[in-house]
């Protein structure tokens, strides 16, 4: 399986999610952590669904915009 995670820079480090799978985060001090513990968390967090509902599991369609707040 393949989904797509989100890896954003911050102050303390880096964060990681995959929106495909609620609730399924990481946090680390480097991109390469980061990169491999949401990897990891992904697989932690599929040992944990039943079967059946990895089954349900559909990818999520995402689109990054800039939008102009100063309108």
């Given at each position: ?10 102050d303390t480090g ?58």
């Open positions: 399986m393949k989904f797509k995670a989100i890896i954003e820079e911050s880096f964060h990681a999610y995959i929106p495909a799978l609620y609730g399924c985060v990481y946090q680390g001090l480097s991109f390469e952590d980061c990169k491999n513990g949401i990897k990891n968390s992904a697989k932690a967090y599929l040992d944990n669904l039943p079967n059946e509902e990895i089954g349900r599991i559909k990818g999520i369609k995402s689109t990054i915009v800039e939008i102009d707040l100063s309108e």
